[in-house]
């Protein structure tokens, strides 16, 4: 067990218990983080559930798909390390992760 912190676009930081399983999006819906809507449910259909990972968090869960780089290049604030929070499974070894979140979700 362990945590990953989420950082709002303006420094507030949200500290998370990681559970194993679920998606980043669902650990942040269920744990009510303000910035990530996942409007479509997690189907990769509607770009509101953008993350900004670190390099070492990316190098662990892989890049972004096709389908994912289609929907954040809707996102002013897409850089290199984003992926749709819906399209990535927590695992033990993300304990102590940093998410960043953007201003604006699509
Ligand atoms: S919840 Fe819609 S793309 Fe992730």
């Known amino acids: 067990m362990g945590t990953i912190t989420f950082v709002e676009y303006d420094g507030t930081e949200h500290v998370i218990d990681l559970e194993a399983g679920k998606t980043l999006m669902q650990l942040a819906l269920d744990n009510a983080l ?33 389908n994912e780089i289609q929907m954040l290049d809707l996102s002013a604030e897409k850089t290199a390390t984003s992926r749709l929070a819906c399209q990535v499974q927590v695992s033990e070894d993300m304990a102590g992760a940093i998410v960043r979140l953007p201003e604006y979700q699509v």
């Open 34 to 66: 303000p910035s990530i809507d996942g409007d479509c449910g997690g189907e990769c259909a509607c770009g509101t559930c953008h993350v900004i990972l670190d390099s070492s968090l990316i190098k662990k869960v892989g890049s972004a798909s096709s």
